[in-house]
């Protein structure tokens, strides 16, 4: 996944974003399905923190 991210932003699985999708925290940007060495296509996310 590492290899998927950009600059200033993590990328985390939809999974994880379904354990903090309600916290005002942070902003998501969904990424669509992103191919994953050794998982497979996975649904992604950006999520970076809320000014």
């Known amino acids: 996944m590492e290899s998927n991210g950009a600059v200033e932003k993590v990328n985390i699985s939809d999974s994880t974003y379904s354990l ?26 950006f999520v970076s923190k809320s000014r």
Do not use: L, N, P, Y
């Open 20 to 45: 903090i999708k309600g916290d005002s925290d942070f902003i998501f940007e969904k990424r669509g399905k992103i191919e994953v060495k050794g998982k497979g296509e996975m649904e992604m996310w």
